[in-house]
């Protein structure tokens, strides 16, 4: 086999490293056997690993059945080696070369080359791998990992974590009972709402006196490998009823409107449930399509919801899918709104280090494609800021009927550009949802002020809660009054 290499001395050894790997990545995929290193970085793998935690590259772990039957049924299919064969000796030894066997392979100085053959000038910008006619195929499908292979965006979205797709639920019996991880029964009474992802039923704890219709909790039903068990966790951490608890009493607050997890569990070894309390209805329940709400009602809203934002933000979590669907009215208590769907909750300031900015490290679009902000359209990680200009896309959509991109969700890569088009153009989003229209200045105040921030920064939720609370008491209301949805 002829092979020459036309790279410059300081980087002969890597790539010889890279030629190791690539021949026994080709030898373990020829028979089967797992590898423990990526061909891609070289970073050390167990052997169970399907991805590389280093670069995110998709290991090759068996050939497909034609290749296998070809190479099991050939029994003197000789092994690819270079023309020092000592490589290919190596292969059957210790699994990663020594500094010897490198220094063999590029020799003493710079004179030295891989084949024996004439060195070629140098060339320091060069990486790249010749193979002549008469090489190996193996060698030939190899040599793309040894040239430079730079990380566009593109490629990074490629190498993105993929969430599993979880398949939509079978809706249960009514009166059929779950049992929580505390071994507490919960009865099935009513079957609430359902969608593609997860079905709500209103539910009784399982006692011998439990034999009315009434119930005080929903259970939220939805696939076990879904993204529900992202809202357990988020639940379980930051909703605990003595943080909440001591929030309200350092706040001098007489309500927040976050639930608590009261159950939780696995049913029938394929679904997942929650257990909350009975939070009323959804706001979207109450809306119809291009309704619009009062001056006084997205207010009142606005101001409880901003509540419940500063709380989840001062502990490391982002809701990032604020929309009228996770919005719920208790109207036995007509003042009290709860924020829920914490499906897509993201911690975005682990042990108080914020997360980088980094475009396509998540799933972009991800959550109510109308209402989520470009950083999550993006794929970034949603921040403090994603949360506060998604509260105020429903706060114009609430007061005005309609956003501009409401006819374009179906593309959210159009309604992605539409919201950065606007980002630094508030009074042009407001003259295109209000025309002539007047339009509350404390909304657009509030608009003005969570644009403008940075990914990373601190909003201050007393100056943006304050211009809210402001302009309601000037419409002589009040939070502790009841929330009137009819315009």
Not at 68 to 96: E, F, K, M, R
Not at 209 to 216: L, P, Q
């Amino acid at each position: 086999m002829k092979v020459f290499m036309e790279i410059s001395y300081s980087e002969g050894q890597f790539a010889l490293f890279m030629l190791y790997f690539t021949l026994k990545r080709q030898e373990a995929c020829s028979v089967g056997m797992p590898l423990n290193f990526c061909p891609e970085c070289g970073f050390k793998l167990l052997t169970n690993f399907k991805f590389c935690p280093s670069c995110g590259q998709k290991l090759p772990f068996l050939l497909d059945t034609a290749q296998v039957d070809s190479s099991t049924s050939s029994p003197a299919a000789p092994q690819t080696s270079v023309t020092d064969g000592s490589v290919a000796a190596q292969l059957q030894s210790s699994p990663w070369p020594t500094q010897a066997e490198l220094i063999q392979h590029t020799g003493d100085g710079p004179a030295s080359s891989v084949s024996g053959l004439p060195r070629s000038p140098l060339r320091r910008t060069q990486k790249l791998v010749k193979v002549t006619e008469s090489a190996s195929p193996l060698l030939a499908s190899a040599t793309p990992l040894l040239a430079a292979s730079p990380k566009s965006a593109a490629a990074a979205k490629n190498k993105s974590k993929r969430m599993k797709r979880a398949s939509p639920p079978k809706p249960l019996e009514e009166g059929e009972q779950v049992t929580d991880t505390a071994g507490v029964q919960w009865k099935l009474v009513k079957l609430l709402s359902q969608s593609d992802t997860e079905i709500f039923y209103g539910v009784q704890q399982v006692t011998t006196r439990a034999c009315s219709a009434d119930y005080e909790h929903i259970l939220k039903l939805a696939s076990k490998d879904g993204k529900i068990f992202n809202e357990q966790n988020f639940l379980q951490r930051a909703a605990k009823p003595t943080s909440v608890k001591k929030w309200k009493k350092d706040k001098q607050m007489d309500f927040l409107g976050l639930p608590s997890c009261d159950g939780f569990g696995l049913h029938a070894d394929s679904y997942r449930f929650l257990i909350l309390p009975n939070m009323g209805q959804t706001l979207q329940s109450f809306m119809l399509e291009g309704e619009v709400l009062s001056e006084k009602a997205v207010l009142q809203l606005s101001c409880r919801i901003l509540d419940v934002l500063e709380y989840i933000h001062e502990n490391e979590y982002v809701h990032a899918d604020i929309h009228a669907e996770n919005i719920y009215i208790d109207f036995t208590k007509p003042s009290q709104v709860y924020l829920a769907g914490y499906c897509h909750a993201f911690r975005y300031c682990p042990s108080g280090k914020h997360v980088e900015y980094r475009e396509g490290s998540r799933t972009p679009h991800e959550g109510a494609v109308e209402f989520i902000s470009v950083d999550s359209h993006k794929g970034a990680g949603p921040s403090r800021r994603s949360d506060l200009q998604a509260l105020g896309y429903c706060m114009l959509s609430w007061l005005a009927g309609a956003l501009p991109w409401t006819s374009l969700t179906d593309c959210p890569a159009k309604v992605m550009a539409e919201k950065e088009r606007y980002m630094t153009d508030v009074q042009g989003l407001r003259t295109q949802c209000f025309g002539r229209k007047k339009m509350a200045g404390a909304v657009q105040v509030y608009l003005s002020q969570v644009m403008s921030l940075q990914y990373t920064e601190k909003p201050d939720y007393q100056q943006l809660h304050s211009g809210l609370l402001g302009a309601l008491h000037k419409l002589g209301a009040s939070l502790d009054q009841p929330i009137d949805l009819q315009v």
